[in-house]
């Protein structure tokens, strides 16, 4: 028997209505507007490992992440944790249960936790919500190892969030999300707001955290670099779909899709010394009104006619009709 991933996401999607006010569709003679920002993605995540979502801003990372913990109700397809369906309402008291072991962490951490309580507090919330150690000593101890575990002095937990650091704050954050004993936890642009030398440290300290505690991670970034520092596996995604999805290391050294190869020649860690650089071509189309069939062949090299009227379909990990066909040379 093999064994059943630990995060299972099936043909997911989100519509979202940006229709103007009625008033004015009436008299600018509109119709709704519906905006497709994830259209059928499908992924799996191992337990133990870091899938990573790398795009664009716009492309429907924020999206996926947010249906992925259930903050967000899909308008199809289907998410499950351990076995548990995170979208299926009948087994709403299982998916309670699923909570404590999913956290998620922001771009943000001064948005994500509360100015006017102390650190010591907001750590010990999600301890006290799941009811996890009982005792103000005990909780309080727990906080205490929970601030040394990501780095920080357990006497950090009198201060206010505003007297650390970004970085520091997204330790504190880091500390909240571990406090209920999570094992999934989904990070989205964790450190898109940190200076690089703080980025590092942060990124390592995850990395850290995993292997110490065994943790799953779903890590979202726009910058490949931070990518390849953390992911098993990469899915790279495009105006709300999954372009390909490749191990980590096989991503940069075998990148497949046209789009891909667009993102990868735009690094500048990456790109190969003495080549001219190319850099991410043209605009990302509105999203409202995407183009047709393959929605990257207005800025694709390769694109062909059966492209503007077919959406590929992913096969062996790349939805792309000249890769599909051996037409794009390697
Ligand atoms: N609540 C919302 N209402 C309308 N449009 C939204 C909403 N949230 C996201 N979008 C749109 O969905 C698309 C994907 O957004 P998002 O998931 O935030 O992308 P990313 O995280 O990759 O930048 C974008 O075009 C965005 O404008
Ligand atoms: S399907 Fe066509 S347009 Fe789309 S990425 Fe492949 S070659 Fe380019
Ligand atoms: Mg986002």
Request: glycine share 8%; net charge positive; proline share 6%.
């Amino acid at each position: 028997m093999t064994e059943r991933p630990f995060v299972e996401v099936r043909d997911l999607r989100r519509v979202f209505d940006v229709s103007k006010p009625w008033l004015n569709r009436m008299l600018e003679r509109q119709d709704k507007q519906f905006l497709k920002a994830v259209d059928g993605v499908s992924f799996d995540i191992r337990k133990g490992e870091t899938f990573a979502l790398v795009g664009e801003s716009g492309s429907g990372k924020s999206t996926v992440a947010r249906m992925v913990v259930g903050l967000l109700p899909p308008s199809g397809g289907a998410v499950s944790i351990d076995g548990i369906s995170m979208t299926d309402r009948a087994v709403s008291q299982e998916r309670q249960r699923l909570r404590r072991r999913i956290q998620m962490i922001f771009q943000d951490p001064y948005a994500s936790l509360n100015p006017r309580w102390r650190v010591g507090r907001i750590i010990a919330e999600p301890i006290r919500a799941f009811d996890v150690i009982q005792g103000e000593q005990a909780i309080t101890a727990r906080v205490g190892e929970l601030l040394t575990l990501v780095g920080l002095h357990p006497d950090d937990a009198k201060k206010f969030p505003h007297e650390f650091s970004g970085g520091q704050r997204q330790r504190i954050a880091i500390a909240r999300a571990l406090a209920a004993d999570a094992e999934f936890i989904v990070c989205d642009e964790p450190t898109s707001a940190l200076d690089v030398s703080v980025q590092a440290q942060i990124l390592n300290l995850m990395r850290d955290l995993q292997e110490r505690l065994g943790l799953t991670y779903l890590f979202i970034s726009h910058n490949l670099a931070v990518v390849r520092h953390m992911a098993t596996r990469i899915g790279v995604m495009y105006l709300g779909r999954l372009v390909e999805v490749s191990e980590g290391k096989r991503l940069f050294s075998d990148p497949r899709h046209p789009y891909t190869r667009m993102l990868l020649e735009a690094v500048p860690d990456l790109a190969m010394v003495g080549k001219p650089r190319e850099g991410v071509k043209g605009e990302i189309p509105n999203p409202i009104d995407p183009p047709s069939g393959c929605t990257f062949h207005p800025r694709c090299p390769l694109v062909f006619d059966r492209c503007r009227v077919e959406a590929p379909a992913v096969i062996d990990g790349v939805a792309c009709h000249a890769v599909n066909q051996g037409r794009a040379a390697a």
